[in-house]
């Protein structure tokens, strides 16, 4: 795979939260390359530092974050002319003008909850217009409203034009969501970030959703970053899937990769513990033994051993490292230490 | 069960680990204490009495037999200021907990019953929120006359709608709970049911708004003393202290008269309100 | 938004009844007899004399009637007389009240101003030494006295320094504004104390939510950020303590007139009460209820052109 086909590059991404004068280390090392115009899917428990990662990634931290990365880069495609340019989000400014001029352009994001991801003073019309307006200085207002007019009839929000005039109180979930992502869309950004889009909603909506996103990137070539815990979503949805634990991917892979051959511990519990349609009566789901720890009082080695099946004296004995398993197939455990070691 | 009651005990001495760790909830909370301390065992610090004249020492300044001098008739300062603050701060924690009292019995009704019952309450807790509790007292005060029982009846009639708020809203929120129905079901009195089931879940916020109204209490009849409309004058409040500090010949030539007790009641409330403040980090994390 | 005014001006009405009716019924219940207090010692001898002022004040009425004939009186225009020096307690309220209202209005406007903006400075630059000097006077504003600060700010202001008067509303020594600094200043403290205090919570939490991540995301400035999208919705809860603190900026009002004899409404209460003068009583308590009222009318209509959800009625 050539370097220019990577639009997402992070390397060694690490980010902390101090809070009553300890430091909690939530994400560590976090590498992981994305396909332009596919889908990767980051899965975990929750608080296992998904959030996290894409926040880092987009530079919005709370203030007693505090973020390292050997490199976050962006490679962005000229579509007429073909040419690449680099920019490494990691040296940015998180309130700088550069950083300002990625987000919303470069890089979309939908979040969790669309309940309150919409300002509630102001009309989502102009709440998606503002963002068009951003990138676009000396657009008409007229020009503008056309355009997200058009977003939204592509979007599927039924009677636009007045709709546009409405607030967000006046909307419902998934229609809400609908404008949560004509705002990340508007621009036309290259990625997509979507932090468990569909979590608040209902499962008819959700399916809903997912489809009008697998829609966008099929037909304008984006390339999306998925979080969620639905092991059913990422099979429909994903390309590339990473499976993280408490703040470190403990596997990565294609979608065939990880859900054929699954070599973590973890991803195997995971995947056991899904129900699958058809499920034979004798047939169990399994759950995973223990409970999350807790990431402040975690130790060295593998964040897993406490609840692994498979453990051995030397999994806490230093951090696991990635070993390549196959083309592209990372996992790490020290099951595989016969393999590359990768960073 | 025995799960449980470690668990809870657990979560106990971890808000003690909390509030210990938060400094000025710490401070606060010693600050009070001693203060507290001194104002009930009075005589053990001094061996003036309150209200005993001395006509051969009349206004002097801070000086050694009084630490704090003494005020025109002659009365040592510093005994009053311990003294009056038996009475301050009694009337402070009287009237806030009977203010609780009231709001938390018909937070408890109006949430729990709702519908009519729910909005006469909450009509009257807002025509009481719109006249000015100091003009409510003073109306009252000439209905039942000055006196300190009279004061915390009136500190409990005008102080019960922040808990009252509280209360009900909480109760609105619990009321559709499973347990809640379940206890229903069950064919539990309803009297129970709020006072047992669902009151306990609603104390902490309850607790520390009364804490917050003692401060406000204690403030509120400085006030009135100081305007001569609170307690009666020959009762040694902090308040009826200040209102010494009512003449310019006073403010100005003998500053140990107020700057004094003054200082003292913003020390206290002070300390009072950092306290509440730290409880209200452990106990209830939610509101700010 | 004209029947969200609407809504609000017709609610007010059976408020001020009720208000009215309470302050009426509480004062019947003093036992005061008003007739001991006009008649004249001759007069007083006589029996007849004492029935047939009782007759002409409408003293003998049933309550209800007496109530429905004060309160028809007051919508005239006609708020009675002063039982204890006959003055027309019309002319009372048009010489104090306004004094009261200029008083806290303006400390209202004052405190609401700087509360506002230092809590939501504050609330920008968290935990910097702004916001500790911010928070640590907001504590100190709830606990001092507001009378006590009162006589420290006349200790200086009026005594050691004899830049400011210390008493009074007009003189012919200083000027109305140099009369008004001191009461005003006392009279903001808390207020801006408590305004400070929410604004700079709710700023941080309104900066902590959903919507600003997604206003972020869309690439503006931080101006933008906290101006355009922060404030209106910070601002909401805040307005809703303000009107709920309101009544209480009259309660010190009282306070701080005795503080600098400021000739305003509360001491014509504070002295009514003490006479049992209960017309005065009355009217002042309804005129300052009505006020109030209105007052919070104005933060309510602010409120609902703050946020849409409340203009469109809906929660």
Request: proline share 5%; aromatic share 8%.
């Amino acid at each position: 795979m050539e370097q220019k086909d990577i639009v997402l590059d992070v390397r060694k991404l690490n980010t902390s939260f101090i809070s009553d004068g300890a430091t909690v280390h939530i994400v560590k090392d976090v590498s992981f390359q994305l396909e332009r115009g596919k889908t990767l899917a980051i899965v975990g428990e929750s608080g296992c530092g998904k959030s996290v990662t894409v926040h880092s990634i987009v530079k919005l931290l709370p203030q007693n974050a505090r973020f390292t990365a050997e490199q976050v880069l962006y490679r962005r495609l000229d579509e007429k002319t073909g040419g690449i340019t680099e920019f490494d989000l990691a040296k940015m400014d998180p309130k700088g003008k550069e950083m300002r001029s990625m987000r919303g352009a470069d890089l979309g994001m939908v979040f969790q909850d669309p309940m309150s991801s919409l300002n509630p003073v102001y009309r989502v019309g102009d709440q998606v217009a503002e963002a068009l307006m951003e990138h676009n200085r000396g657009m008409k207002k007229s020009e503008a409203r056309e355009k997200v007019l058009q977003m939204f009839r592509n979007l599927g929000i039924p009677d636009p034009e007045r709709r546009i005039m409405d607030y967000p109180h006046q909307f419902s979930g998934g229609m809400k969501q609908r404008v949560v992502i004509a705002i990340a869309m508007i621009n036309n950004p290259e990625i997509i970030i979507a932090d468990e889009p569909t979590t608040a909603l209902d499962v008819t909506i959700q399916a809903q959703i997912m489809e009008l996103m697998k829609e966008l990137q099929l037909n304008m070539g984006k390339s999306i970053i998925l979080i969620t815990h639905n092991i059913g979503l990422v099979a429909e949805q994903a390309e590339d899937v990473c499976v993280m634990y408490m703040g470190r991917i403990v596997e990565f892979g294609s979608l065939e990769q990880i859900f054929e051959n699954p070599l973590h511990p973890y991803t195997k519990a995971l995947l056991r513990s899904v129900p699958v349609l058809g499920l034979a009566d004798d047939q169990k789901l399994e759950t995973i033994p223990g409970a999350t720890p807790n990431p402040a009082s975690l130790g060295v080695g593998c964040e897993f051993a406490d609840r692994c099946p498979e453990r051995s004296e030397a999994c806490s004995a230093k951090n696991v490292p990635a070993y390549e398993v196959e083309p592209r197939h990372r996992v790490r455990c020290i099951k595989f230490s016969q393999f590359k070691e990768v960073d | 069960m025995e799960l449980n009651k470690s668990h809870a005990s657990n979560m106990f001495q971890k808000n003690v680990r909390k509030f210990l760790r938060n400094k000025l909830a710490m401070i606060g909370m010693v600050v009070m204490l001693i203060i507290l301390l001194m104002c009930v065992f009075a005589p053990v610090f001094t061996s003036y009495r309150a209200d005993q004249p001395d006509f051969s020492a009349r206004t002097q300044p801070p000086n050694l037999p009084h630490i704090l001098g003494t005020d025109k008739l002659g009365r040592d300062v510093f005994s009053r200021i311990l003294y009056g603050g038996r009475y301050s701060i009694l009337i402070g924690v009287t009237g806030a907990f009977f203010g609780s009292l009231i709001g938390v019995i018909l937070g408890a009704i109006a949430g729990y019953f709702g519908k009519l019952i729910d909005s006469a309450i909450v009509r009257l807790s807002e025509i009481f929120q719109t006249v000015p509790n100091m003009i409510l007292i003073l109306i009252l005060g000439a209905v039942f006359g000055r006196s300190i029982g009279n004061l915390l009846f009136i500190f409990a009639i005008t102080g019960w709608m922040t808990t009252f708020r509280i209360v009900r809203n909480e109760f609105i929120a619990l009321k559709g709970e499973t347990y809640v129905q379940v206890c229903e079901a069950f064919g539990m009195s309803k009297i129970d049911i709020m006072f047992k089931q669902i009151l306990p879940n609603v104390m902490s916020p309850v607790i520390v708004a009364t804490t917050v109204n003692v401060a406000h209490f204690i403030l509120s009849e400085a006030g009135l003393s100081f305007i001569g409309v609170g307690v009666p004058s020959a009762t040694p409040t902090w308040g009826n202290i200040l209102n010494a500090a009512k003449s310019l010949d006073v403010i100005s030539n003998y500053w140990w008269l107020w700057v004094v007790p003054g200082v003292v009641i913003t020390v206290f409330v002070l300390a009072v309100n950092f306290f509440g403040d730290g409880l209200r980090d452990v106990l209830d994390p939610k509101q700010q | 938004m004209l029947k969200f005014i609407l809504k609000k001006l017709i609610q007010m009405i059976p408020m001020l009844l009720f208000i009215s009716f309470l302050v009426f019924g509480a004062l019947q219940l003093t036992g005061i007899d008003p007739v001991s207090y006009i008649a004249t010692p001759d007069m007083a001898a006589n029996q007849e004399n004492l029935d047939l002022l009782r007759e002409r004040l409408g003293l003998n009425q049933p309550f209800l009637i007496r109530y429905f004939n004060w309160v028809g009186d007051i919508l005239r225009g006609n708020f009675g007389y002063s039982i204890t020096n006959g003055t027309p307690i019309g002319v009372l309220i048009a010489q104090r009240l306004p004094a009261t209202i200029e008083l806290a209005l303006i400390s209202m406007v004052v405190s609401a101003v700087l509360g506002i903006s230092i809590g939501i400075v504050s609330a920008i630059y968290q935990n910097s030494p702004i916001d500790y000097l911010g928070r640590f006077f907001a504590v100190l504003g709830q606990a001092i006295p507001q009378f006590f600060f009162g006589i420290c700010l006349i200790q200086i202001f009026s005594i050691k320094l004899g830049w400011l008067p210390s008493s009074g509303r007009y003189s012919t020594y200083a000027t109305p504004l140099r009369h008004f600094i001191l009461p005003c200043l006392t009279l903001t403290l808390s207020l801006t104390s408590v305004l400070m205090r929410y604004s700079r919570n709710n700023m941080l939490g309104v900066l902590n939510s959903d919507y600003i991540k997604t206003a972020r995301m869309k690439g503006i400035s931080e101006t933008k950020v906290y101006v355009k999208h922060a404030f209106r919705n910070a601002m909401r809860p805040v307005l809703v303590i303000l009107c709920f603190r309101l009544p209480m900026l009259i309660s010190g009002s009282v306070v701080i007139e005795s503080v600098y004899n400021w000739p305003g409404i509360g001491s014509v209460i504070t002295d009514a009460v003490i006479a049992g003068d209960y017309p005065v009583v009355m009217v002042t308590t309804l005129m300052v209820a009505a006020s109030i009222l209105i007052a919070s009318f104005l933060v309510d209509v602010l409120t609902a052109l703050l946020d849409p959800r409340v203009r469109l009625g809906e929660e």
